[in-house]
């Protein structure tokens, strides 16, 4: 099997866990963030820069890659590695959601999804079978399986519809999988409804995948609907195999999505909010844009060791994202990666310390949402 998974140490009172990812690409310290490259490339970051703020992994979007530039070409670059120059390791997701937010332009069957194009209005389809040949051609250490992700709300029969449909599809594309230096990972679906998210885990698990995603979560609900989720699943899950919840990457939801057993993280978040001018400091958000930093000569955030807080100010940055300099949401995006990557540096170390309660109180007597 190309990836394994060591669980090195579990928190005494919580779920939190800490571990060690292996993969063809080298090893991934949990629990970890991973940015996302939706084009094969993290906006605004060189590969350089990334290793630079401490991602270990990194993500790309099966979707876009398959509509433009085509994963036949990133196959013929010899692959996502070779193509945009990262040899760390890769995780593509399958697609799903991305289809899942085009509601307008798809439509899902028990076949697959077919869908138009957002760029050109193009029709296409995407089955398992059509999805796992994509993810092989890209090459990434981790592929996850094609899913119907579940909106919120939801009616009960709609996701239980959802739920038997991803099931189906996770057994096509495991059997349609032959990558043999990539793992295939199945994603658990359920929406909010406790029996449903119970049997969706039993159903995905049953097929003893290497690893596991936990999808349909932060799609609008409540903060506190998909903490109980959590509560309930993750106990559920496979103790020795890594548990990735996909799409959640605001520094609250990293911190009490490990109190929960979650290994793994993705999230556009920090580089999304970068591009608008905000940061993320252990104090919550600060939207550097504002008037109130115009002559605001500290760093962005005092004790940071990243590259924008060694070498600016608020009050420079802030002056370069007024004037549409792509440095000034260079400097945001570095800032946030960074901050982001060294926060689960630190919560892995004091899980390993046996502190993670303490540590966790501390960062919520600081942080305000």
Request: hydrophobic fraction near 35%; include cysteine.
């Amino acid at each position: 099997m190309p990836i394994s998974f060591d669980l090195l140490q579990t928190a005494q009172d919580s779920m939190a866990r800490a571990g060690i990812l292996h993969t063809p690409h080298g090893d991934v310290t949990t629990p970890v963030f991973m940015p996302v490259g939706t084009c094969a490339s993290v906006k605004t970051m060189s590969p350089d820069e990334l290793k630079e703020v401490g991602a270990q992994i990194i993500l790309s979007n099966t979707y876009h890659l398959y509509l433009r530039p085509g994963h036949e070409l990133v196959k013929e670059a010899g692959g996502l590695h070779s193509f945009m120059n990262w040899d760390r390791p890769i995780l593509t997701d399958s697609g799903g959601f991305q289809i899942f937010s085009l509601a307008e332009l798809r439509q899902l069957t028990d076949e697959g999804a077919s869908f138009a194009s957002h760029i050109d209005g193009s029709r296409h389809q995407f089955t398992p079978e059509k999805v796992m040949e994509i993810e092989m051609a890209l090459g990434a250490d981790i592929a996850m399986c094609f899913d119907e992700c579940s909106p919120y709300p939801a009616e009960f029969q709609q996701v239980q519809q959802a739920d038997q449909r991803t099931y189906n599809w996770a057994c096509r594309c495991q059997q349609a999988h032959h990558h043999p230096q990539q793992s295939l990972f199945g994603i658990v679906q359920g929406g909010l409804y406790k029996e449903l998210r119970l049997k969706s885990a039993a159903q995905i698990t049953s097929l003893d995948f290497p690893g596991y995603g936990i999808g349909g979560l932060s799609v609008g609900e409540p903060k506190e609907m998909m903490y109980e989720c959590l509560d309930y699943l993750t106990p559920v899950m496979p103790e020795h195999k890594p548990r990735y919840l996909m799409g959640v990457g605001s520094p609250d939801c990293l911190v009490e999505g490990v109190a929960r057993g979650i290994d793994m993280f993705d999230c556009v978040l920090p580089t999304r909010i970068a591009r608008n001018g905000t940061v993320m400091t252990p104090d919550g958000k600060m939207v550097i844009r504002n008037a109130i930093y115009a002559h605001d000569f500290r760093p962005i955030q005092e004790d940071c060791k990243c590259y924008a807080c060694r070498n600016f100010s608020r009050a420079y940055i802030r002056h370069l994202i007024k004037a549409g300099e792509v440095l000034g949401i260079r400097l945001t995006t570095i800032h946030n990666l960074y901050y982001l990557c060294h926060l689960m540096a630190d919560i892995r170390q004091a899980i390993l310390d046996g502190t993670f309660n303490e540590f966790r109180a501390d960062f919520w007597k600081r942080y305000r949402l």
